[in-house]
């Protein structure tokens, strides 16, 4: 019984990571793919947070336009001293094909010369998606099942 409950478990947690666009929009620093919690935790730093819909993008962000179907926050700041890295390294990392599609965040990136923030690092796996293997990566930690108790 353990053992059904521990498949169910996986598998829903699973599901829902890979659900497409998790409804939040996507923060970009100085143009690279960061999580909004880089912003809240080094407010001293920024300079600029400017929030864009998807039909309202300016000549600098029409590149992202696939990524703001809930729309762009572009943050610019004083100093950037983040941590950097392409996806197509990340691919590498997790021995995939350098031009492997990404799930950001629910949403599915091709273009894998795009750089991400060493903050959004923490939460990434390998996951099948329609049959495919491809990174995964989330900004939003997920939730253990002992802290959903709580």
Do not use: C, W
Not at 112 to 131: A, C, F, K, R, Y
């Amino acid at each position: 019984m353990k053992k059904l409950f521990y498949f169910f478990a996986i598998f829903a947690s699973a599901t829902a990571f890979a659900q497409q666009n998790s409804g939040k929009p996507v923060v970009l620093v100085d143009g690279m793919l960061a999580s909004s919690s880089l912003v809240a935790q080094d407010k001293k730093n920024i300079q600029t947070t400017n929030n864009y819909k998807s039909g309202n993008l300016p000549q600098n962000l029409k590149s992202f336009e696939s990524l703001a179907a809930n729309g762009i926050t572009a943050v610019k700041v004083k100093e950037n001293y983040y941590d950097r890295i392409s996806l197509k390294e990340l691919n590498q990392g997790f021995k995939l094909a350098d031009n492997s599609p990404v799930n950001f965040d629910g949403n599915i990136i091709s273009n894998t010369d795009l750089i991400v923030l060493g903050n959004v690092l923490e939460h990434m796996e390998v996951t099948e998606v329609n049959g495919k293997k491809m990174l995964s990566i989330s900004t939003t930690p997920k939730s253990t099942s002992a802290s959903a108790l709580k």
